[in-house]
């Protein structure tokens, strides 16, 4: 007679107190899978994704209407929102605008608040430790939240250049554009700088990232997390345009912010764009491990 099976033994060498389960590459990527249409499934977030789509549409109708008697959009200087007294020569350029037009602002509050989100969402909603419970680990969930968050800043800043980049093409003509410096680039060259410049921008972003996800093992609230971290957003941006504070504006993570614009120059001014995207490594670096070395050591009671 055959001996009677216990419902949930395991059957073969049982392991020793010391056997960690380690989860394999595929299941990692089947949990990065798993928070990925999590996220991009809630209604916050297609919301957020709605509101970041618009802005390109808003402007561009706003340039259409201002421009429609002829006379130019915006200011000049070339730089940053100054982009806008190009639109209406060559739609290209209400991508770049676009991007200048929700960098401040728009786009990092949506990082924030996806970030912010990350594990006090799922402390706040009980279902944390319902996820350490799967053979994940700490370090590894960590990981995948903060891959996740940075997956919705390349779509965030990638739906404000496609936005941008279809309404453009519908209200004002395209065709080879002019750079900052004065030169003449091919339509399909300036489409290359475009998406490096999205690429760019979504960099620059990380640096937010990291901050959110810090800021979201430090509670078990959802929304505090997600209301604090836009504001320490809002807070360095102000503090950023205090003259007074000139010394410390350097290392704030938004100063290089619009030094994407040199992209549009030629040749490519590389000294602040190297900047910006060290010093995002740098705050990356920092929060991120800050964010490991609480989570880590947190005792998860939801």
Known sequence: MAPAVVPGAVRGPVPGPGAARSPSALWTLGLFRSELLITFRRWRTLALLAVLAA??????IAVKIETSDGSPAGGG???GPAFIS???NNGLFLVFTALAATLPF???MAIGVVAGDAIAGES???TLRYLLVAPAGRSRLLLTKYATVIAFCLAATLVVAVSALAVGALLFPVGDLTTISGTRITYTEGLGRALLIALVVAASLVGVAALGLFVSTLTGSGIAAMATTVGLLITVQILDQIPQLDA???YFFSHYWLSFADLMREPVYWDDLVKNLGLQALYAAVFGSAAWARFTTKDITA
């Open 124 to 126: 706040s909603a009980g």
């Open 248 to 250: 410390l504006q350097p």
């Open 55 to 60: 802005v390109p549409v808003l402007v561009g």
């Open 77 to 79: 200087g070339g730089e």
């Open 106 to 108: 728009f786009l990092p």
């Open 86 to 88: 190009q639109v209406s």
